[in-house]
């Protein structure tokens, strides 16, 4: 990532003004197959829905399923979400990674400049970084 | 991807009231290095910037451009965009894949159910998909 990048990026709806309901919402690949037992039901993503869903504590992150996020070849996978803000893509994730993703999302309401912070990021949404893409808003103001 | 991923799959916009001026967008990675000599300028990403928007030839495709898509360990990047679909993200990009770019830009218009269409998707759209991420107002509408 460049520091360039920060000369594009806006938050196109001020936190301040979002719905608080869905300003930060961790998405979890369901059909995520482990490497270990790939047939094994339910699949390692389910696992690690539940997981995110007992990290969250049903408090100020939400947690959805989804399948699938395409990031098939891997590993477990999951995105994060904030109203208005770039999304971030992750794989290489494990059954247990439910608190290092709501730990990710904690840390993205803390944002200023529609992006996750680097610092304080959990290691493995660091070393798990797969792709992040801007919100809609976003995309019309870029050249 | 799983055949189950259907089953939560719509259009948060109808076609028919998108402004067609956004439907499909190409968003092309200005500062992805090439492999070969990762410290050329311009930079790789930025000349499939350009080829892109020859293929595009001003009509019906937006190619517009981002630093980064945080996808910097494979290749060349690039993501699809719809208005109310989910969006695509692709890795191992040439310079020259300003082609398939808008080859698969247009079979996206063609979609009826916010999928990028995988019959008919250019083979580097195939190969190269990195994660597929569903649009906000989709998000909020899943498990």
Request: aromatic share 4%.
């Amino acid at each position: 990532m460049t520091g360039s990048s920060r000369s594009v990026v806006q938050l196109a709806v001020p936190a301040g003004e979002a719905d608080p309901a869905d300003v930060v919402t961790v998405l979890v690949c369901s059909s995520c197959r482990g490497a270990g037992d790939p047939d094994a039901l339910p699949r390692a993503g389910s696992l690690l829905v539940a997981d995110a869903r007992r990290a969250a504590g049903g408090e100020g992150v939400a947690v959805r399923e989804v399948a699938c996020l395409g990031n098939c070849k891997r590993g477990l996978s999951a995105a994060l979400f904030r109203t208005g803000c770039w999304a971030y893509v992750f794989g290489g994730l494990g059954v247990g990674s439910g608190d290092d993703l709501v730990a990710g999302a904690r840390l993205f309401t803390e944002s200023t400049d529609g992006l996750l912070p680097w610092r304080g990021r959990p290691e493995a949404l660091k070393r798990g970084l797969v792709a992040r893409i801007p919100h809609p808003d976003i995309l019309k103001e870029l050249p």
